[in-house]
């Protein structure tokens, strides 16, 4: 296992269109989740999952974000319509349950022109 | 107002000093990570402390549970340390993460 991927690592894109982002978590690992880290600041909890749930959500994640993660193991986040505030560092991240032990992707760069 | 606080933002120094970078948290907190990124966003785990002190070579973390507060501390710093580094509270089902501190190191 090599880790938490995220796919893709950078993504450019204009403003109303759709995009969606990938996360494979370690495959062992129950809990997947994902933040959201604008330049300068710290990662900002947008959801998690515990297996194929999701059980909790943000309200920083607008009606415009959905994430699912059909199968408890890859996860998949969508933003709907995309303004130039969606811009910003989407970071991956699972643990096992029981334990607070993170393993975090490198993260998906989006930009919105 | 975050729960998680971090001194200093942006720190700069020379190859071979003692850094320490501190972070205070709020109630609700159970335990302090200690991580690090560097450009490009890749986030390395660092530490995970409830209580006392660790150490991981030149790295040294340290909770004191009743005043809130921790430090991460590196000693004999060299360049190759320079990155952001982020305490991150742990709440009862996440992470709240402090802004960073943006750490460099000049040889």
């Known amino acids: 296992d090599t880790g938490v991927s995220q796919d893709p690592r950078h993504k450019i894109t204009k403003r109303g269109q759709n995009v969606t982002f990938r996360c494979d978590p370690i495959s062992e690992h129950n809990r997947l989740y994902w933040y959201r880290q604008t330049l300068g600041q710290g990662p900002e909890f947008l959801t998690y999952?515990?297996?194929?749930?999701?059980?909790?959500k943000s309200r920083l994640l607008s009606d415009r974000f959905s994430a699912e993660r059909p199968k408890g193991s890859f996860s998949t986040l969508e933003i709907q319509r995309t303004e130039q505030g969606d811009s910003a560092m989407y970071l991956c991240?699972?643990?096992?349950?029981?334990?607070?032990?993170?393993?975090f992707g490198s993260g998906t760069r989006l930009t919105v022109v | 107002k975050n729960e998680v606080e971090q001194s200093p933002q942006n720190l700069t120094a020379q190859e071979g000093e003692f850094i320490t970078i501190n972070c205070s948290y709020s109630v609700g907190i159970s335990a302090l990570h200690w991580l690090q990124q560097h450009p490009g966003g890749g986030i390395v785990s660092l530490f995970m402390?409830?209580?006392g002190k660790k150490k991981h070579g030149r790295l040294i973390a340290t909770i004191n549970i009743q005043e809130k507060h921790s430090s991460l501390h590196i000693t004999a710093s060299h360049p190759r340390d320079s990155a952001v580094y982020i305490c991150a509270g742990q709440g009862a089902q996440k992470l709240v993460f402090g802004q960073g501190t943006r750490l460099t190191i000049n040889p």
């Open positions: 999952f515990q297996n194929e749930a999701q059980l909790e």
């Open positions: 991240a699972s643990s096992p349950t029981g334990t607070f032990g993170y393993t």
């Open positions: 402390l409830s209580s």
